[in-house]
C-alpha cells in the first residue's frame, strides 16, 4: 500500500464548476497535510496547509480533513482554465518522520 | 518567487562529464531537501540536511554526491551518470525538520538532460 494515494487522473471539469481533489493517506498518526500545484515543467507550489479536522478555505480553494477517514481533499470553486496543473498531496509521517509526497492528480479545466 | 533558487536551470551533459547543481535559500531555513523527479513518476527524496548534517540518504547511487557548507548553500555533484538520470532536480527548504509543521518549499529545479 502506498503511504500517500491519489488518483492520477486526468480530472476534466468545465470551467465555473468545483473541482474535487482527493487524496488518502495511510499513517493514522499523521498530523500535517499540504496541497502543492505543479504546473509542467515547473516546481511544485505550496496552495494550502490544514492539521485539524474539518474545513479550511482560501479564496477559491477549501481544504478538508477527515483523520479518521484519513481522507484529505482540496476542493476548487469556480475552477479556471488557468488552474489546469497536477495537484501533489503532501502528509507528513511520523512513522517515517518525514513529508511524503502522492504522484499527483492532472486537473484540466475546459473552457 | 519562493526564496529559494537553483543554478542551472537547464543542463545537458554527457555520461563521462562532471557537474555540480547549486541551491541557494533566503528563508532563514534549517533544512534542505534535494529531490528527484522523472516524467510521470512522483517526486522522490534523495537527501536530506538538517543545520548542514544529512540526515537522510535515500539509497542514492554514489554517482550523485551531495554536499552542504551552510544552512543556506545545497549542492549536488554529479558524475558518470547514465541517461535515465535524466529528470527534473528539485531543492527545496523547511525551517524545521521533522516537526509536524514542517512546510516545504521548492525552488524552480534543473532539468537535467543526460546524453
Known amino acids: 500500500q502506498k503511504e500517500v494515494e491519489q488518483n492520477s487522473g486526468p480530472l476534466s471539469v468545465p470551467e465555473g464548476a468545483i473541482a474535487s481533489l482527493n487524496c488518502t493517506y495511510s499513517?493514522?498518526?499523521?498530523?500535517?497535510f499540504f496541497w502543492y500545484r505543479q504546473y509542467s515543467g515547473k516546481s511544485p507550489e505550496l496552495i494550502m496547509s490544514?492539521?485539524?479536522?474539518g474545513d479550511k478555505e482560501d479564496g477559491r480553494f477549501t481544504a478538508q480533513l477527515n483523520k479518521a477517514s484519513q481522507y484529505v481533499s482540496l476542493l476548487i470553486r469556480d475552477s479556471q482554465p488557468s488552474d489546469s496543473a497536477t495537484y501533489l498531496c503532501a502528509v507528513f509521517s511520523g512513522g517515517y518522520n518525514k513529508l511524503i509526497f502522492g504522484a499527483g492528480t492532472r486537473l484540466a479545466v475546459h473552457p | 518567487e519562493t526564496g529559494v533558487t537553483q543554478t542551472p536551470r537547464h543542463l545537458v551533459m554527457g555520461m563521462t562529464n562532471k557537474k555540480s547543481l547549486k541551491c541557494e535559500q533566503h528563508l532563514g531555513h534549517n533544512a534542505m531537501y534535494w529531490y528527484k523527479q522523472s516524467a510521470k513518476k512522483p517526486l522522490e527524496l534523495m537527501f536530506v540536511?538538517?543545520?548542514?548534517?544529512?540526515?537522510e540518504n535515500n539509497s542514492v547511487p554514489s554517482r550523485f554526491s551531495p554536499e552542504c557548507p551552510n544552512s543556506s548553500h545545497l549542492f549536488l555533484h554529479l558524475h558518470t551518470l547514465q541517461p535515465e538520470d535524466s529528470a527534473l532536480y528539485l531543492c527545496?527548504?523547511?525551517?524545521?525538520?521533522?516537526?509536524?509543521?514542517?512546510?516545504?518549499?521548492f525552488g524552480p529545479g534543473t532539468r537535467l538532460l543526460v546524453l
Open positions: 499513517d493514522r498518526g499523521s498530523q500535517s
Open positions: 490544514i492539521y485539524s479536522n
Open positions: 540536511y538538517n543545520f548542514k548534517e544529512q540526515t
Open positions: 527545496a527548504s523547511s525551517y524545521q525538520l521533522g516537526t509536524e509543521q514542517e512546510t516545504q518549499y
